[in-house]
């Protein structure tokens, strides 16, 4: 098993939908999540981190961590066409020395 | 600010070649990295080094070597390019301990095609 699985999508909605990211972690002692936005032909960029359990918010994005069900979630809301990238879940390595990404999910918001 | 400049942008290598991928970050971070990106695969880590002076290996290092040349610089060798080799490439930079949480910096990648 993967440390960090993420369904590769793709995933489609209209403009102004609410969407949800997902991604699973095998080892309950990660503590820190990550979500990276990587646009077409880009690097991967921060889009937000979270510690341990619960939610934290940045205008329209919001990122949740379930550490009971090892779940990690990224919400969007009123989606918009400038949304549309590969969304990649991201934790450090238990020796703290490199991240573990998912696969990445590609959302595609159309107007 | 440039934050982390990988060069060349794109690259076509003939089976057999031999090239570097350079990596420059401005940042003053300690720790660099190196992936590649593959369709399906995600991000696979290559080499990295914790610090100015070391490096180590990651989950796909076969085939590379790299030099940590100064704090700033991080180097990516293909000795004998080989078609399996064709992939993005991405240099990567952070601050690792308790409190940094190791956030990463991506370049902007090297797309290489070897045939």
């Known amino acids: 098993q993967k440390e960090v699985e993420q369904d590769p999508g793709p995933l489609s909605v209209p403009e102004g939908a609410i969407v949800s990211l997902n991604c699973t972690y095998s080892?309950?002692?990660?503590?820190?999540f990550m979500w990276y936005r990587q646009y077409s032909r880009k690097g991967p960029e921060l889009l937000m981190y979270?510690?341990?359990?619960g939610n934290k918010e940045d205008g329209r994005f919001t990122a949740q961590v379930d550490k009971s069900s090892k779940y990690i979630s990224l919400f969007i809301r009123d989606s918009q066409p400038s949304d549309s990238a590969t969304y990649l879940c991201a934790t450090p390595s238990q020796a703290g020395t490199a991240l573990i990404f998912g696969k990445g999910t590609t959302l595609s918001v159309s107007s | 600010n440039a934050g982390v400049t990988q060069t060349p942008k794109f690259q076509v290598l003939k089976t057999g070649q031999s090239m570097t991928l350079q990596c420059a970050q401005d940042m003053n971070h300690n720790s660099m990295y190196w992936y590649r990106q593959d369709p399906g695969m995600g991000l696979r880590l290559i080499y990295y080094s914790a610090s100015e002076g070391t490096t180590d290996k990651g989950e796909v290092p076969n085939g590379y070597n790299v030099s940590r040349l100064n704090k700033r610089e991080f180097s990516l060798r293909l000795e004998s390019a080989a078609p399996s080799q064709t992939s993005v490439y991405f240099c990567a930079s952070s601050e690792i301990g308790v409190l940094a949480k190791n956030i990463q910096y991506f370049g902007a990648g090297t797309r290489l095609s070897v045939l």
């Open positions: 979270t510690y341990s359990s």
């Open positions: 080892n309950s002692a990660f503590q820190y």
